[in-house]
T-cell receptor, first 115, second 111 residues
Framework: NAGVMQNPRHLVRRRGQEARLRCSPM?????VYWYRQLPEEGLKFMVY????????ESGMPKERFSAEFPKEGPSILRIQQVVRGDSAAYFC?????????????FGEGSRLTVL | TQLLEQSPQFLSIQEGENLTVYCNSS?????LQWYRQEPGEGPVLLVT?????EVKKLKRLTFQFGDARKDSSLHITAAQPGDTGLYLC???????????FGAGTRLTVKP
């Protein structure tokens, strides 16, 4: 499968625990985006990363949330001390980043439930 | 932060009807995309429009990019239940790597 891979697909955490969501972009893609989606709503931008760099994190909450895209390995969205309001679907998308007309390729999402 | 407004937010129609949904902004975009998302899945790209006034057709779907590259429309002819889903528009500024989404139009096509 050469598509964007996200795992886990479903994650259940209790309040105060940590959640780690992983995203492997499509082969050859160097740009990764994270979006959050609540039920019956659209996609809310969180963060845009290139390898080893955060380009735009204007959509990330200032506390408890962090993201990285290391030189090797998947991009990780980390949520510390989760609260019930963090329950949502988190989507990752990738793009090639060069000579690109803006298309994003999405994974199937990670659904976080905080009890 | 540019704002993309989609209308209507919800649309419920009978199979066979035609419909148009809209995506509007006060900003100029270098490109604009339409995606379709089904429940439990990620969005899937339908089309990219780049040139002002551009019209693209994908079977029963017709996409138009406004002359000023600030707005777009999606027209579906003879809608089918399989068209049911969330239709999202997304616009790119600055090197096409700064992507923002509208809130979407949730379409239901009843058999």
């Amino acid at each position: 499968n050469a598509g964007v891979m996200q795992n886990p697909r479903h994650l259940v955490r209790r309040r105060g625990q940590e959640a780690r969501l992983r995203c492997s972009p499509m082969k050859g893609h160097s740009h990764v985006y994270w979006y959050r989606q609540l039920p019956e709503e659209g996609l809310k931008f969180m963060v845009y990363l290139q390898k080893e760099n955060i380009i735009d994190e204007s959509g990330m909450p200032k506390e408890r949330f962090s993201a990285e895209f290391p030189k090797e390995g998947p991009s990780i969205l980390r949520i510390q001390q989760v609260v019930r309001g963090d329950s949502a679907a988190y989507f990752c998308a990738s793009s090639p980043g060069t000579a690109n007309t803006g298309e994003l390729f999405f994974g199937e999402g990670s659904r976080l439930t905080v009890l | 932060t540019q704002l993309l407004e989609q209308s209507p937010q919800f649309l419920s129609i009978q199979e066979g009807e035609n419909l148009t949904v809209y995506c509007n902004s006060s900003s100029v975009f270098s490109s604009l995309q339409w995606y379709r998302q089904e429940p439990g899945e990620g969005p899937v790209l339908l089309v990219t429009v780049v040139t002002g006034g551009e019209v693209k057709k994908l079977k029963r779907l017709t996409f138009q990019f406004g002359d000023a590259r600030k707005d777009s429309s999606l027209h579906i002819t003879a809608a089918q239940p399989g068209d049911t889903g969330l239709y999202l528009c997304a616009g790119a500024h600055r090197n096409n790597n700064d992507m923002r989404f509208g809130a979407g139009t949730r379409l239901t096509v009843k058999p």
